[in-house]
């Protein structure tokens, strides 16, 4: 018996090392809770991962088929398996996952069974993929609250999705229409994000059931403003909607422009740039709509330029940064800088002071005449 027991102490030991060490390839936390193997060249999953791993990083690798691997690690609540080579969401993922990437992959189809036990999942990021069709079934991905399927190949907005969506990004796609009935569910819906698609028109009442929204992107799309039939719906929609837009329609307010795409990233960063118009700084500052009281404490606040020269054409550009954390906590900035054309600047500045000289230098003439006359005389 007393040889028994320092044994078992020695073999308990030992598989407490082996389930906490730190695979050769990664790098981990002090407690082996963070594990990141992003950039390693990997081809399959790294052996001697701690079970009760919470954050997992696979990042930049080749990674092309990881099916019922994930499986074991069953209190997993981040994992990032962005720019790999995978072509579905890998089988059995632990429903314990809070945040899933999956962006820059060869993903084609999202299929129900891919998101069907995901009841934990609060982000969602499959942006600058192939898919072409989302399905989605209900009662599932109850708790999701930030989509990101920007930077595909969809026709039209995928329908079904959980109501419990506060963020929806399905800009840079290709799409043409809005289904009837695919909004009608997203009371919850505050940031939409449409920009860079091929919307020509939207069906009556499309964007009616949007009752919590506070900002939507329409830019950099074919909107057919000739035809009022075609965009009247949206028109009227967009001047009574209490939600900030950028890129309306037919340029029907101020805040209307084109959307460009400032860096990769998705939701995260989109811009919008103006034509260079002289418009008067309250325009450039105060985007609320008439008889709207001002935004307080808590809210977006802009941050406006200084008063532009209205002598000098004047180029501004609007920024909207949305940044999403893990504790899904969002924060919505309005950045706006005034750049002043240097041609023009120039141009007033060498005028304004060539005007003294010029006179000095034609009364010393006028005075080296009369000295001339007087000398003859």
């Known amino acids: 018996m007393r ?22 390839a990664c790098s981990c936390s002090d407690s082996h809770r963070e594990v990141d193997c992003s950039s390693r060249s990997l081809r399959r999953l790294p052996a001697g991962l701690e079970l009760k791993v919470h954050t997992l990083n696979l990042s930049c690798n080749r990674l092309s088929n990881l099916d019922h691997s994930l499986a074991p690690y069953t209190h997993l609540r981040t994992l990032d398996l962005s720019h790999n080579h995978l072509g579905h969401l890998p089988a059995s993922l632990p429903r314990s996952l809070w945040e899933l990437r999956a962006s820059g992959n060869r993903i084609q189809f999202l299929e129900k069974n891919d998101t069907a036990y995901q009841w934990n999942l609060r982000e969602l990021d499959l942006s600058h993929n192939r898919l072409e069709r989302a399905v989605f079934i209900n009662n599932t991905l109850p708790g999701l609250q930030a989509l990101n399927l920007s930077h595909n190949h969809f026709w039209t907005v995928p329908t079904n999705m959980p109501p419990s ?93 084109e959307a460009h795409l400032t860096r990769t990233g998705g939701w995260h960063f989109a811009s919008y740039t103006l034509p260079p118009l002289l418009l008067p700084e309250k325009a450039l500052t105060d985007t609320r709509h008439p008889g709207e009281t001002p935004r307080t404490a808590g809210k977006p606040q802009e941050d406006g330029p200084s008063a532009p020269d209205m002598d000098t054409p004047t180029d501004v550009a609007f920024t909207v940064e949305e940044v999403v954390t893990s504790s899904t906590r969002r924060t919505t900035t309005l950045r706006t800088r005034s750049v002043k054309r240097a041609s023009h600047g120039l141009g007033r500045n060498t005028s304004r002071g060539l005007v003294p000289w010029a006179t000095l230098a034609i009364c010393l003439n006028i005075l080296l005449l009369i000295a001339n006359d007087l000398l003859n005389y």
Not at 191 to 210: I, K, P, T
């Open 3 to 24: 040889d028994c027991i320092p044994l078992s102490c020695l073999l308990l030991f030992l598989g407490g090392g082996i389930d906490a060490a730190c695979p050769p």
């Open 165 to 257: 969506l506060e963020v929806l990004d399905l800009s840079h796609n290709s799409l043409l229409q809005v289904l009837p009935g695919s909004l009608d569910r997203l009371a919850s819906l505050a940031r939409f994000y449409l920009h860079a698609n091929r919307f020509s028109a939207v069906r009556e009442g499309a964007f009616d059931g949007l009752d919590s929204l506070r900002l939507i992107t329409l830019g950099d799309n074919q909107w057919m403003c000739k035809d009022p039939h075609s965009v009247g719906y949206l028109q009227a929609w967009v001047t009574r909607t209490p939600a900030r837009v950028l890129g309306c329609p037919c340029h029907i307010r101020f805040t209307c422009g």
